[in-house]
Nanobody
């Protein structure tokens, strides 16, 4: 069974920074594309960033230049470094991997940006 466990969320001031982590188990981590999504109440879950097995990255426009996704294959962990946080970044952030034709999700970590 694949398990994803997010951590690192919390309260940040506008302009501040947070780093999210997602520890994965139950899969050959290094061969999979890993993704970060976020969701606010009443809205659909939104893909924020992904990183391929070769390290290529993609971001949605609203976080480009502020967020960085990275991975540590030795630790089976994917990170999302968030800088210059804005109130509109407030959401529950989820880690995702599609493996064996199945989408696996973590339980999410809350990020709240406010003063």
């Amino acid at each position: 069974q694949v398990y994803l466990v997010e951590s690192g969320g919390g309260l940040a001031q506008p302009g501040g920074s947070l780093r999210l982590s997602c520890a994965a188990s139950g899969l050959n981590f290094k061969i999979y594309t890993m993704k970060w999504y976020r969701q606010v109440p009443g809205k659909e879950r939104e893909l924020v960033a992904n990183i391929t097995s070769s390290g290529s990255t993609n971001y949605i426009d609203s976080v480009t230049g502020r967020f960085t996704i990275s991975r540590d294959n030795a630790r089976n962990t994917v990170y999302l470094q968030m800088h210059s946080l804005k109130p509109e970044d407030t959401a529950v952030y989820y880690c995702n991997v599609r493996a064996r034709s199945t989408d696996f999700w973590g339980r999410g970590t809350q990020v709240t940006v406010g003063s």
